[in-house]
């Protein structure tokens, strides 16, 4: 099976909806799965709401390690108004990846889809969650079998080198097959009241 190993780097504007573009391409044909593994990260911050000034749409924020940071809201957040100091804003960020090997399936290729942004309901505390899905077709240039590695290459030419757990795949894997790679990225952020 693949292991894949990765560290979540997040950057998040508070109360800010995720910007993701979306280009549909059409999805190649399922493949013939031979082997599959996946692998998440789950990534959650938490700042305390020291102060808010509704009229400059503004909150001051206070992070783990006691750092002060003062940011604009903008105005697509819903239900600013029910922001107050104390309230805390966590930010949960996911990263998930799964492989499947492709026996002589479709030749390169990505499609991607877009959900959300979902939001708070008029009168609760702002939210907000959106995820995305890319999938790709990525080809096998190298193999290194002692390392149980495979070196692949996207569709827009970058190369990722993926460790293959299952001694036993790697003996069927040949240079020029190819796999069907999903990455799925989720942003989930909400403001809610501590409990005492």
Do not use: W
């Not at 940011?71 to 998930?96: C, R």
């Amino acid at each position: 099976m693949y292991k894949f190993c990765r560290s979540a780097a997040v950057v998040v504007a508070a109360f800010g909806a995720v910007g993701l573009a979306a280009a549909d391409v059409q999805a190649p044909a399922p493949p013939k799965v031979i082997d599959a593994a996946g692998a998440a990260d789950v990534t959650t911050l938490t700042a305390k709401i020291e102060a808010v000034d509704q009229a400059k749409r503004t909150v001051t924020l206070k992070g783990q390690m006691g750092h002060l940071v003062t940011l604009n809201v903008d105005q697509s957040v819903k239900n600013f108004a029910q922001v107050k100091a104390g309230d805390e804003i966590v930010v949960k960020y996911v990263e998930a990846l799964s492989i499947k090997l492709d026996k002589g399936g479709a030749g390169r290729g990505a499609s991607f889809a877009t959900t959300g942004p979902v939001t708070a309901a008029p009168g609760q505390k702002p939210g907000v969650a959106q995820e995305r899905r890319t999938v790709i077709v990525a080809t096998v240039q190298g193999i290194d079998v002692p390392r149980q590695e495979v070196l692949l290459q996207g569709p827009a030419g970058n190369f990722a080198e993926v460790k293959v757990k299952d001694p036993s795949v790697i003996k069927e894997v040949k240079v020029g097959d190819n796999v069907q790679v999903t990455y799925t990225e989720a942003v989930v952020i909400d403001v809610v009241t501590p409990k005492k």
